[in-house]
């Protein structure tokens, strides 16, 4: 079964960066995309990007674009999520999520999800 | 830019049928994935791929396309179900994911 673990909560000023980190357990993490996608309190899911963890190539949304980050590192099944020039619109939810399958687009599998309070 | 829309709620009554719609331009031709989400917790795949269901997810939901709507079905619905619900697409076009914004399903 895949377990994907992320970094714990943050609190952030305006202006500050924030890395968040999503560990997969297992033989679970090569080989297939990992999205971000994060929910400010009260609203939708809003989609930030997604990783190939085998080449490290990455999309992002284009609203994000210049301010985001994301990277992996195979030897410890981690991705990671780095987010720069934070206001208090980015105050949300952070979810890792790692696609169903090889051949499915569907992100089956979820972290738990790291609040990112940003207040001065 | 490709927009998915989706009621802000739906309403049923236990053991009847839920339908929740999903509407994008020719969304027939994309692969629409469905989550479900539970207050305070981090999101669920129940039916990806237009029609399949994922390993532990009931048979009591299934989702079809057709032309410009996606519709996620949730039949016998029980007091369970009872949550929040996203389609999602890939943009060929942009290279990005999109989120329906979501549907409230209420159990009356």
């Known amino acids: 079964q895949v377990h994907l673990v992320q970094s714990g909560a943050e609190v952030k000023k305006p202006w500050a960066s924030v890395k968040v980190s999503c560990k997969a357990s297992g033989n679970t993490f090569s080989g297939y995309y990992m999205h971000w996608v994060r929910q400010a309190p009260g609203q939708g899911l809003e989609w930030m990007g997604r990783i190939n963890t085998n080449s490290g190539g990455t999309n992002y949304a284009q609203k994000f674009q210049g301010r985001v980050t994301m990277s992996r590192d195979t030897s410890i099944s981690t991705a990671s999520m780095e987010l720069r020039s934070l206001t208090s619109d980015d105050t949300a939810v952070y979810y890792c999520a790692r696609i169903y399958s090889s051949s499915s687009g569907g992100m089956g599998f979820w972290g738990q999800g790291t609040l990112v309070t940003v207040s001065s | 830019s490709y927009v998915l829309t989706q009621p802000p709620s739906v309403s049923v009554a236990p053991g009847q049928t839920a339908r929740i719609p999903c509407a994008g331009n020719?969304?027939?031709?994309?692969?629409v994935h469905w989550y479900q989400q539970k207050p305070g917790q981090a999101p669920v795949l129940v039916v990806y791929d237009d029609d399949d269901r994922p390993s532990g997810i009931p048979e009591r939901f299934s989702g079809s396309t057709s032309g410009n709507t996606a519709t996620l079905t949730i039949i016998r619905v029980e007091a369970g179900d009872e949550a929040d619900y996203y389609c999602?697409?890939?943009?060929?076009?942009?290279?990005?994911?999109?989120f329906g914004g979501g549907t409230k399903l209420t159990v009356l």
């Open positions: 999602q697409v890939w943009d060929t076009s942009s290279d990005h994911v999109l």
């Open positions: 020719n969304i027939g031709s994309k692969s």
